[in-house]
């Protein structure tokens, strides 16, 4: 096997292109066997294997820095420096993760994962070259899917006037994680129908210099390309056709769902777990918006470019119709454009990854809270019990929600509670909410949820005293088993399931004051800046003691969702035992 | 006086275009006149009354939706829609905002002031418009400086495919706040050049209809093709030329410096006040940095499109050459593309506004932090005490930034200690480090400030007993005056200068513990997820009393400051008060 030998990328530069292919074919045969057993990004991968190879071969990694858009296609990256065997020995499967990780290997310039970053972080690389007098390239590899970004469209501007060089590989397969949305796309299809001569071209529009590759899955013809490109004195744009899923008959066909898949039968193609389960609040939540669009031809579900977050599959978008809305990657258009929906009567919900929705902090400020604008956010894998990568986990939207100015943010506990809020979100006109979905999976509590979430009141679960226990969101079944340990011990508790996180209900807090020594919070995220912080400084000038659970303030490189509990003593029995340690 | 009797933009529709052609000189001379006394937005208001004027007479507001984009230069449409006396009548100067503002007006939709948004914002009008089966025009109004954003770039793309009617009225006078940056502006000149007819057209390659009109301040030219555009059943870019500063020659001239303006002589043209003052940190930073930049070629300073904010007026960026760059609006790339001259052995210093760095919350999460990517973010206009409009007040950076992890946030309380955090920023390599300048103007300490900010370590300026005052960046002084205020009763507290924004120096206020009853935080903006709760959670499980000044979480429409820092306890006096209350 040429794979397990290549320790170095500069070992392609003395291979044939007889040999290349054969390296290929022996990638995506890997590529297969592993992510069958072990799953991970799919059609990405499968496409762009010829390119990667011709990369290696053309450029002189890690002098020259290739920069993966959102780093989920590097795996072929990753094969040819130096960590093949995490592709070719199960027993390594884990050693490298699904983006590029600097600490891994000197040929990954960035911990990255969100979309639309590549020609930033490539224009910033080749500008420190010019500034230091270094002479190496500067490639960004970027998706048709990414282009739509509006971090990736600046850059692309800027990179028309910058004088200096670097290349972008824009990798084209005509798809986002689902079909691309946008008017560029159609510009796209006319350059590739027109094997690149289409005089609507949006590359040139940006003042940058192009080129086409019909055959971008031919390493050949990418070699060729690409080496002239090498020779471009300013920025220029590789334009290549690739074929998302090449080589595997199923994810050929099937494009959207291959994007990224659970393990699988490779002769079938058959998925052994199912993406979203039965029970997912993204199946909830797609059921339930579907069948009050029926009702109510003003609501509108919105997403940038990851319809399935919200359950929306292709079948449930065609129900839809008009009223869902995929804006492609361009999480600030998604937002803003829901905000001019509500002013205008429509009732828009966007479903987000929390991780994707910090692109738009400022849109939410301004666009949405600054005008009231009643829109409805479902922040979906907010939850350390979501586990992902460092680049994906969804542990720092309490801080960065609850504190814009007019913004209702909601923690649901339970199935109930999320519907209701979702409804009362839809049908009300005054606030701009969000609703932090707790966890993955729900779990029905079986009561009656309240209605109404207008006024900020907590709900007082069960009274006691001396302790107060404030369990925010997914973790108030830890709140719940503290209140039961405590309750063992002959303390009665008073459990609150707070539901508001952006304000707080002083008249409660004020009640708790003469009978309980300690107040206790819990939330899913970090603590700094968060729910507990406030209600801190609410008891600031007080006798109340207040102790706050949450998540320390970092960045998880490795972690399991028990040891980081652990570690920030987020466990019923560590907290009880904390609880005890202050009263006695 | 036409223009004062203009009470309703109808009343335009029965008007000849000679009495339109009147009717817009009279606007300018108002403009002319308020803005000389006034100061305000010149000459993009200068270059649109016509288009205005052709606006409110081609369509039906309030029915139909014109939206301008960032709204700075929406005083010729204020002129029209019954706020003329605004503009003409001295004693109500004031009565107007210089932004749009729904309290004002039925004919203003958004409160807004970020640039970029108005694509979007139609786009959600038009779209709510056929989801409830109404049938008015939306009409973006968008300069042509502003294009190079990325929500109006997402906004372009999503545009292409939207299936309904929009009109996307593009202001181009080959401008932004200074010059435009970006290859798509060479494409646009030869738009202008080619009257339209270029095959090079990004609005095209964004899949929009397209128009274009030479003559943008000819009423009569406008109003046709406004005319046209309005059949049209797809969104459709009318591409119009017009002069920035029009009709007032020092202003068609200097286009940079009439952008904004304060009172000025109208004969000579002449300010009364200089933009910024010899003492402003804008000018001792782009003074700092020249010098620092002719020993280290690696340093670069960065801009989104207001080189001011840091003072690099035109004279100051050509002499920093190469070292300073203008990425145009597009204020995403400029922080990513910082991360990657970073990385790389440059040393990026990114000056910005407190208001528009909400624009890059992810990438400094991710593009940055993540990365611990050495970049220096500058944060100007962070300060209640600068003053400013809704839509451009910086209250709410501490929460923004503070709780990102891997990113220090400094604040200086006086020009040492700001040059000192500057000067090590840019030599170290470690970490992102964020500084909020505190106020416009500095104050000179006389003190040798520390060189060495990797360790958080407060300083405690003075140590006392019962009281411990940690007074950070700008309020510095606040706190000051309440010590001298309470040694004045007897009460010799311990005033603290922090430092560090988003650590904590564990170690001092453990030390404060034991003598200490009660520890105040005073801190520049609004305290949710802030500074002072991260104390108060600090000493939640203590007797340490913790008292938080700052501002309530709120979008402040309409205010002073002395009514704001008043309304908020944030005078020496009141705090005094409460300390004495406590002490009692």
Chains 1, 2 share one sequence.
Not at 178 to 205: C, V
């Amino acid at each position: 096997m040429i794979l397990e030998s290549i320790k170095h990328p500069r070992q392609l530069k003395e291979m044939s292109l007889e040999a290349l292919s054969t390296l290929a074919s022996e990638m995506r045969e890997a590529l297969l066997k592993k992510l069958s057993a072990h799953g991970g990004h799919f059609g990405s991968n499968f496409g762009i294997v010829e390119a990667t190879v011709a990369l290696h071969y053309t450029f002189d990694s890690p002098k020259d820095k290739i920069i993966f858009d959102v780093s989920h296609q590097s795996y072929c990256h990753k094969m040819l420096t130096g960590r093949a065997l995490a592709f070719t020995d199960e027993s390594k499967y884990d050693d490298v993760s699904g983006y590029s990780a600097p600490y891994e290997s000197e040929h990954d310039m960035f911990t990255m994962g969100h979309t639309s970053t590549s020609v930033s972080l490539a224009l910033g690389l080749a500008k420190a070259r010019d500034l230091t007098g270094k002479d190496n390239h500067v490639i960004a590899v970027i998706g048709d899917g990414s282009l739509s970004g509006g971090e990736a469209l600046e850059a692309l501007n800027y990179a028309g006037e910058f004088d200096g060089r670097l290349i972008i590989l824009v990798n084209d397969n005509d798809m986002s994680i689902a079909e691309n949305h946008g008017g560029m796309y159609l510009g796209l299809k006319e350059l590739r129908d027109t094997k690149g001569k289409a005089q609507n071209n949006i590359f040139k529009a940006f003042g940058l210099e192009y080129m086409y590759v019909d055959e971008g899955n031919d390493i050949g013809a990418l070699i060729e390309a690409l080496s002239i490109a090498k020779t471009c004195s300013r920025p220029v744009v590789v334009h290549i056709r690739t074929k998302k899923g090449m080589g595997y008959a199923p994810a050929e066909i099937e494009r959207e769902s291959w994007h990224a898949t659970a393990p699988f039968d490779i002769k079938t193609g058959e998925r052994l777990f199912s993406k979203n389960s039965d029970i997912s609040y993204a199946n909830l939540t797609a059921l339930h918006l579907l069948e009050r669009m029926k009702a109510d031809k003003t609501i509108v579900s919105l997403t940038a470019a990851t319809p399935t977050v919200a359950g929306f599959t292709k079948d449930r978008r065609d129900i839809a119709g008009k009223q869902f809305i995929d804006v492609g990657i361009a999480e600030e258009n998604a937002l803003a454009m829901a905000s001019g929906i509500a002013k205008a009567g429509g009732k828009p919900v966007w479903a987000v990854n929390s991780t994707f929705l910090q692109r738009t902090y400022d849109q939410m400020s301004h666009d949405v809270c600054l005008n009231s604008s009643p829109v409805t956010t479902v922040v979906f894998a907010s939850s350390i019990l979501c586990g992902s990568d460092v680049t994906h986990i969804g542990i720092y939207d309490i801080p960065m929600l609850s504190n814009i100015p007019n913004l209702k943010y909601l923690a649901p506990t339970c199935k109930e509670e999320y519907l209701a809020m979702l409804d009362w979100s839809i049908d009300q006109d005054k606030y701009p909410v969000a609703i932090k979905v707790p966890g993955k999976d729900f779990t029905e509590s079986g009561r009656v949820a309240r209605a109404d979430y207008s006024k900020c009141e907590y709900e007082i679960v069960s009274a006691g005293s001396e302790v107060a226990i404030l369990a925010l969101g997914a973790f108030f079944p830890i709140g719940e088993t503290v209140c039961e340990e405590l309750l063992a011990r002959g303390i009665k508790a008073t459990l609150i399931n707070p539901m508001f996180i952006s304000e707080l209900d002083t008249r409660t807090l004020e009640k708790l004051r003469p009978n309980h020594k300690v107040v206790i919070t819990l939330e899913d995220g970090i603590l700094d800046g968060g729910f507990g912080e406030r209600i801190a400084r609410f008891y600031g000038n007080s006798d109340t003691r207040v102790l706050c659970y949450g998540l320390k303030k970092e960045f998880p490189f490795k972690y399991t969702i028990e040891g980081i509990l652990k570690e920030n003593r987020l466990t019923a029995p560590q907290i009880t035992e904390d609880i005890e340690a202050i009263l006695k």
